[in-house]
T-cell receptor, first 108, second 114 residues
Framework: DAKTTQPTSMDCAEGRAANLPCNHS???????VYWYRQIHSQGPQYIIH???NNETNEMASLIITEDRKSSTLILPHATLRDTAVYYC?????????FGKGTSLLVTP | SQTIHQWPATLVQPVGSPLSLECTVE??????LYWYRQAAGRGLQLLFY??????ISSEVPQNLSASRPQDRQFILSSKKLLLSDSGFYLC?????????????FGEGSRLTVL
């Protein structure tokens, strides 16, 4: 079973920042936090991952709390193409299981 | 550049029939390979992973098996399909250092068992 908790769904207006929360209160010291997204009927796409420090790339920013029990994925300027299911995963090694994720709807 | 292909894209099979889904990766050597399944309304569940030829680890007991006959080929099989085997099957690969970075997924194979 997935070890993370995410809201089932969220809405965001186009052009605004989308902030997707994730709780991973049982995360171990050597486990990373990964974020992926899945557009309908396609394979998931990697977004970003982190261990302790906040991370930023061309797609998003990842903010991890100091106690590492939660994180937030930030899409700074959401577009309609960002409508997807977003998965937050914590783990290390090979066995990464994806939960049901957050269904993000970006509206015009 | 690396690419991953899996086929067939869509499959409709009767209960009790065999299954073979194939996945190949190009442009990389000694990848870690994975099979995931996504049932309707559920998340992605890891079924099998492989760190090398002939090395298969199963995460969930089930009616399916996996094989890796070549470095960049991963096959998912069943001798007799069940209704519960219906779902969206995804092959993925990662670098040989383990899952400390990206998983790259294929396009998926949608299986309907009738």
């Amino acid at each position: 079973d997935a070890k993370t908790t995410q809201p089932t769904s969220m809405d965001c207006a186009e052009g605004r920042a989308a902030n997707l929360p994730c709780n991973h209160s049982t995360i171990s010291g050597n486990e990373y936090v990964y974020w992926y997204r899945q557009i309908h009927s396609q394979g998931p796409q990697y977004i970003i991952h982190g261990l302790k420090n906040n991370e930023t790339n061309e797609m998003a920013s990842l903010i991890i709390t100091e106690d590492r029990k939660s994180s937030t994925l930030i899409l700074p300027h959401a577009t309609l193409r960002d409508t997807a299911v977003y998965y937050c995963i914590s783990g290390s090694g090979y066995a990464l299981n994806f939960g049901k994720g957050t269904s993000l709807l970006v509206t015009p | 550049s690396q690419t991953i292909h899996q086929w067939p894209a869509t499959l409709v099979q009767p209960v009790g029939s065999p299954l073979s889904l194939e996945c190949t990766v190009e442009g990389t050597s000694n990848p870690n390979l994975y099979w995931y399944r996504q049932a309707a309304g559920r998340g992605l569940q890891l079924l099998f992973y492989s760190v090398g030829i002939g090395q298969i680890s199963s995460e969930v007991p089930q009616n399916l098996s996996a094989s890796r006959p070549q470095d960049r080929q991963f096959i998912l099989s069943s001798k007799k399909l069940l209704l519960s085997d219906s779902g969206f099957y995804l092959c993925a690969w990662s670098g040989a250092s383990g899952v400390t970075g990206e998983l790259f997924f294929g396009e998926g194979s949608r299986l309907t068992v009738l």
